[in-house]
């Protein structure tokens, strides 16, 4: 599995590029010209069972789970880490730090005789600095960097909140729009967008709007705007077989704000996202 995120702006001119650092559950990009010098993104803030839509989150979906870090470059630019899920699968995680991005590139493996619960899991990119708003969820209100956020529906650039934005769910507020395929009944019990994406793609533009932070990951569970002014592109495990092992990749894009040249970049990475033309 891997994931991606994407940063476009003003000048995210050529520099010594973004470096990797591990705090706790956090995982801290760090570069001069990003906003407030740091990108926090709580890695990984679940792994999840199927039918959670309409579920208590901590009795029913949450999988516990203990990560471990393997290693960290001298350079700080490659890190490694372990997961170890209640169910006994194993998720090893390589994470490479560019000049404008961050590729992850995951190995989930089951080693037990039985089925592995989980289904998704949740990378949370936290993006208050980013957008220009407050990084203490005490301070504002939490909806505020909505109009900075994006999505792709019916192949156009939709800001938030989309047209149709759906309110009622077990969990308010927040938004979920599911991959095509994903049955309806294993997303994040928040409200559920009856809209499908375009594309997997989906990020934010800064207080200034110069940069543009974007991120996927395939496969793809869902995208999924939350209550902590974050965005996530979760990805998709799909309950692994015994003895199975099924690789995964992502990507965080940090890049100038050039929706165009963002598309292209994205369309290289993950062709086969590209096939999908719900509204």
Known sequence: MSLTLLLAGSSWAAGPGLTLERQANWLILRDARLPGGELRINY????????????????????????QLLSLSADRKVLRLRDTLADGLVVEHTITAGDDEVSFRLVAHNPTDRRSQAQWAQPCVRLGMFTGFSPDLRQGDLN????????????????????????????????VWGAPHVPRTDLNP??????????????????????????????????????????????????????????????????????????????????????????
């Open 44 to 67: 990984l803030e679940a792994y999840c069972r199927a039918d959670s839509t309409a579920a208590d989150w901590v009795k029913h979906t949450v999988i516990p789970h203990t990560s």
């Open 144 to 175: 505020d960097y909505l109009p900075k956020c994006f999505l792709f529906l019916a192949d156009r650039l939709n800001r938030m909140p989309t047209r149709d934005w759906a309110t009622r769910a077990r969990y308010t507020p927040g938004q």
């Open 190 to 279: 928040r409200p559920v967008s009856a809209r499908v994406p375009s594309n997997g793609l989906i990020g934010c533009f800064s207080g200034d709007d110069r940069l543009i932070l974007a991120t996927a990951w395939e496969p793809y569970q869902e995208l999924f705007q939350g209550v902590a002014r974050c965005l996530h592109s979760d990805f998709r495990l799909g309950g692994i077989g015994p003895g199975q092992t099924r690789r995964i990749r992502g990507k965080i894009y940090l890049v100038n704000n050039d929706v165009p040249a963002l598309l292209r970049r994205y369309a290289r990475d993950f062709p086969e996202q590209l096939s999908t033309r719900a509204h």
